[in-house]
């Protein structure tokens, strides 16, 4: 059961994906990286984390100035994320992931 709701979460999150290129970058990528952080996760955390780093992949996939900001973020962000990752005991590419989507975000928004 729980196999055919994964597979059921993931067909949809293509969908969706698929339907908002027209949208904003930034929001598909959060859109698709919730669904799927909801479809492999086990929490809401996980939902929050696939968000995070859907919404900052997006951001670095946007040209001109608003995407080089977002990837210099993303590089910094990866940086300090797996960083602080390995000091605390936790997964270093989990955490150089959530950073690389958090600094994305910001250096999106900065700009």
């Known amino acids: ?5 994964k597979a059921t979460l993931l067909i949809g999150t293509l969908l969706v994906s698929a339907s908002t290129l027209a949208i904003d970058k930034t929001a598909a990528g959060a859109v698709a990286g919730a669904a799927i952080g909801a479809a492999t996760g086990k929490s809401v955390k996980s939902t929050v984390g696939g968000a995070v780093v859907g919404a900052g992949t997006g951001a670095m996939f946007k040209s001109g100035d608003k995407g080089k900001a977002a990837r210099k973020g993303g590089a910094v962000g990866a940086v300090v994320g797996a960083g602080a990752a390995a000091i605390t005991g936790k997964s270093v590419l989990k955490g150089a992931a959530v950073g690389a989507g958090a600094g994305g ?5 900065t700009h």
Do not use: D, H, S
């Not at 059961?1 to 709701?5: F, S, V």
């Not at 975000?105 to 928004?109: D, P, R, T």
């Open 1 to 5: 059961m729980m196999n055919c709701m």
């Open 105 to 109: 975000l910001v250096g999106e928004a």
